[in-house]
């Protein structure tokens, strides 16, 4: 079975302080593909990030990165010197190799305070 | 290039009521599917479709039907309303199974049944 777990169901910070979002997943696919996706208070979802299974590289994108660690079988979303804008509730997801669809965490809703 | 439209963004039924909700994309993707969105529950999927005229249940099919007659369409229709249906419903396509594919979803519609 797959299963995405974000332990953290609400985060509050202070303007300028760095976050970490955890996400921990279960699957039995070699083959996967990890997202993150941002969900601000309009709505919509947002397209951060997608991670392939072979790619244990971590990623920097401005004040977002990821670390990717299959030992523990962790994607784990940082934020660096956090904005109000960046208050959302932020998804992380798991895909099959063969899969169209996502299996969802039940998000962390993140609060940035000025 | 539309993306992946919803209609109606905002709908309010009756207990007993039926209703389609509307979802169409203009990429000529083969895969399509619905999601729904519960407070805490993160987005489970509902039916999905791998091109027209196949359909498939995901994790919580009760009471939704679905159809696939085009490539760019993907209805999806709620038989009986009942407020355990209250939800927000995303659509989503991708041009395929393959997790090197992003997930493009729709604006979202958010359903009230009373």
Redesign the interface.
């Known amino acids: 079975a797959q299963k995405v777990t974000q332990a953290q169901t609400e985060i509050s910070v202070v303007e300028k302080e760095d976050v970490t979002l955890d996400c921990v997943y279960e699957t039995r696919d070699t083959t996967y593909y990890l997202f993150w996706y941002k969900q601000p208070p309009s709505g919509e979802l947002v397209f951060l990030i997608r991670r392939n299974s072979f790619d244990e590289q971590n990623e920097i994108s401005g004040r977002y990165s990821w670390n990717f660690q299959k030992s523990t079988s962790s994607f784990n979303f940082t934020i660096t010197a956090s904005q109000v804008v960046d208050s959302a509730v932020y998804f992380c997801a798991l895909r099959g190799g063969s899969q169209g669809n996502l299996i969802f965490g039940k998000g962390t809703k993140l609060s940035v305070k000025p | 290039n539309a993306g992946v439209t919803q209609t109606p963004k905002f709908q309010v039924l009756k207990t007993g009521q039926s209703m389609t909700l509307q979802c169409a994309q203009d990429m000529n993707h083969e895969?399509m599917?619905w999601?729904r969105q519960d407070p805490?529950?993160?987005?489970?999927?509902i039916h999905?479709s791998?091109g027209a005229g196949i359909t498939d249940q995901?994790e919580v099919p009760n009471g939704y039907n679905v159809s696939r007659s085009t490539t760019e369409d993907f209805p999806l229709r709620l038989l009986s309303a009942a407020p355990s249906q209250t939800s927000?419903y995303?659509c989503?396509s991708?041009p395929?199974?393959?997790?090197?594919y992003?997930?493009y979803?729709g604006?979202?519609t958010?359903l009230t049944v009373t």
């Open positions: 895969y599917s999601y805490g529950m993160g987005l489970r999927l999905y791998v995901g927000v995303f989503a991708t395929g199974t393959s997790g090197l992003e997930q979803f604006p979202g958010r």
